[in-house]
């Protein structure tokens, strides 16, 4: 019962903010009934700039699984980077973090249950193991799975019924005896986030954190 009401709910949050976010590994949401949750979901309302600005937030906050503290204190830290617009710094970091990475090598149908593989300790980075979801991969890292990660039923699932069709560019991956080993090429690029947001809808959310 608990699995259905959570795969109720994925649907629901996609539905409302009228995207699908491959994060949550739910896919269809949309196709059924593209509007939102509801008895009132097929009425078209205005919506307040502030709400408009907040689904795009929000769009971040689910995909990747963060709590909004969490999302806050990453702007935050992206801010500080001069090099590039900082919501593109954003996406980046986001798309280095090691649970989003394993989600992104098709090693599990969702980012929670990308951190469900990191927190029990099947996950290693060049060699060591990271049971910190938010650990960040770079360019060179190697990632790979114990050997009870790549037997387990998050990893079995993903195989089977992918939530991504390929891998991003970033990434490359091959076969390494009963398992695989991946490595991050190249930093990831703003778009290579899996689905469409406004970038200038959340910048101008963050406008006031610093």
Not at 32 to 53: A, E, N
Not at 115 to 134: A, C, M, S
Request: glycine share 8%; charged share 25%; aromatic share 8%.
């Amino acid at each position: 019962m608990a699995k259905i009401t959570m795969g109720r709910a994925r649907f629901k949050i996609q539905r409302r903010l009228g995207v699908e976010l491959p994060g949550l590994g739910k896919a269809g949401s949309l196709e059924r009934k593209p509007y939102g949750p509801g008895q009132h979901g097929m009425k078209r309302k205005k919506l307040s700039d502030y709400t408009i600005r907040l689904m795009e937030k929000q769009k971040l906050m689910f995909h990747y699984g963060l709590r909004e503290t969490q999302l806050s204190n990453q702007v935050s830290k992206a801010k500080k980077d001069r090099t590039r617009a900082w919501v593109d710094t954003l996406v980046i970091n986001l798309e280095c973090r090691i649970d989003n990475v394993i989600f992104r090598l098709n090693w599990a149908p969702s980012i929670l249950a990308a951190r469900q593989l990191v927190t029990h300790g099947h996950v290693f980075i060049n060699g060591k193991k990271v049971d910190v979801p938010n650990a960040t991969v770079y360019v060179g890292d190697e990632i790979t799975l114990t050997a009870k990660g790549f037997k387990s039923g998050n990893y079995l699932q993903a195989q089977t019924r992918p939530r991504l069709s390929a891998i991003p560019a970033y990434l490359t991956k091959e076969k390494k005896g009963e398992g695989e080993v991946a490595k991050m090429v190249s930093a990831p690029l703003a778009e290579d986030v899996p689905f469409t947001f406004e970038k200038q809808l959340v910048t101008e959310f963050y406008w006031k954190v610093k």
